[in-house]
């Protein structure tokens, strides 16, 4: 049997020095910041800015990410996917070789395909990678749309164990995954964030969920975890309404995507937690951005 996702996988966002350069020092520290109470630990995922690492950045991350999790006994899930088929062996190769318990893997990006050739894409990958366990995801992102039909065949091949559900999905989408999926043996959904479990909360059982607001409020996002593994329900949506509201400021727009996450960084410095600036074409967080995040965290208590 494969291993499958479990619990709070919270990662890191990227931190760079002055110069621009991975600081894996200081990596570390983040990702021991939300080791405590989590199952695993994932990255570099999109909040990572993982798309505009080099290969060599990327291979130094993977790294850092699989000593922290071993070091703190539990386990690596090593997030890759690029362009092509081609292009991401070289990742998951690197990814196996440092000792990563599993994959993440965003589907291609920045070309468009067809249903049939996405999910040959996920089976050809399981199979070249038979003996490791895949939990896909399906982005938006990427400029493609997988329907819940093609979702649901990608989640029957053997070594596919979970399925990142994609918080741009709708909730008409989400429930046709869910409803052709839920029988599939040995398949998890991971929320990519907690806030999605709301909505989701009754009458879905998640096992696991990625947690990037752990970077900011560790604690809140295992209080609402716990919450939720136990279905207290008001306890859930208190904690819910915390982490939704410090999600909510941090972003340039009301699209998350917007800005490459410069107001999440700029939130970390004022935490205590710098991490650099995105890189460009991203620029930093104005003045106003960041005057808007501390009166938030102010009145939560965070700062």
Not at 198 to 220: I, Q, T
Not at 276 to 286: E, V
Request: aromatic fraction near 12%; glycine fraction near 8%.
């Amino acid at each position: 049997m494969f291993l499958l996702p479990e619990g709070l996988c919270p990662g890191s966002y990227t931190p760079f020095t002055a110069n621009n350069k991975l600081d894996e020092k200081a990596l570390a520290t983040h990702l021991e910041n939300v080791v405590p109470g989590s199952g695993g630990l994932h990255g570099p995922a999109g909040h990572s800015e993982f798309a505009s690492l080099t290969f060599e950045e990327w291979k130094a991350w993977t790294n850092v990410l699989v000593d922290v999790a071993h070091r703190s006994k539990i386990k690596a899930w090593s997030f890759l996917g690029t362009e092509s088929f081609e292009k991401t062996i070289d990742y998951a190769h690197h990814a196996k070789k440092a000792g990563a318990d599993g994959f993440w893997l965003i589907a291609p990006y920045f070309n468009l395909y067809s249903q049939e050739a996405a999910y040959h894409y996920y089976k050809d990958f399981a199979a070249e990678f038979s003996d490791t366990p895949i939990v896909f995801y399906p982005s938006h992102q990427t400029g493609n749309h997988f329907t819940p039909a093609t979702i649901a065949k990608i989640a029957e091949l053997p070594n596919i164990v979970g399925m990142k559900l994609n918080g741009d999905a709708t909730y008409d989408e989400v429930s046709k995954i869910i409803l052709l999926t839920k029988d599939i043996p040995n398949f998890r959904w991971v929320t990519g964030g907690l806030n999605v479990l709301y909505p989701l909360m009754k009458g879905v059982d998640v096992k696991s969920s990625c947690s990037p607001m752990s970077n900011f409020a560790h604690e809140w996002s295992l209080n609402m975890w716990h919450a939720y593994l136990a279905q207290d329900w008001p306890q859930v949506e208190k904690w819910q309404k915390k982490i939704a509201r410090i999600a909510a400021v941090l972003n340039v727009t009301g699209d998350r995507h917007v800005g490459a996450r410069a107001g999440h960084k700029a939130a970390l410095a004022l935490l205590g937690r710098p991490v650099g600036l995105p890189r460009r074409p991203a620029i930093p967080a104005s003045e106003e951005h960041i005057a808007r995040i501390k009166k938030v965290f102010l009145e939560e208590g965070l700062i």
